[in-house]
């Protein structure tokens, strides 16, 4: 299972999330928080803090790997790890 710890409006989610759609990729996607002009507003404090308990960090997007057992921070990260382990399969 893959879960994307996002925000909606983020572009850097936005990416993430494009990029698991053209592999044909299912997930679960939290939305912790909402990016705003100053600074994130905080729109569900558990799977925030289960985010920053996992991830040791507070960033967006997190990716949880669950199958492989990887976590990832960032979405250039994300996005190379997504194409690396799941584009070859696509096409098997």
């Known amino acids: 299972m893959l879960e994307l710890y996002q925000a909606e409006g983020c572009p850097h989610s936005e990416t993430v999330r494009e990029t ?19 600074g994130d507003e905080v729109l569900n404090e558990q799977v925030q803090a289960e985010m920053e308990a996992v991830a040791g960090e507070d960033q967006i997007p997190f990716l949880v790997d669950h199958q492989h057992g990887e976590t990832l921070l960032g979405s250039d990260d994300v996005v190379d790890y997504l194409e690396d382990r799941y584009a ?3 096409r098997e």
């Open 88 to 90: 070859g399969s696509r």
């Open 20 to 38: 698991m759609t053209d592999l044909g990729l299912s997930y679960v996607v939290h939305n912790p928080r909402r990016p705003g002009n100053e």
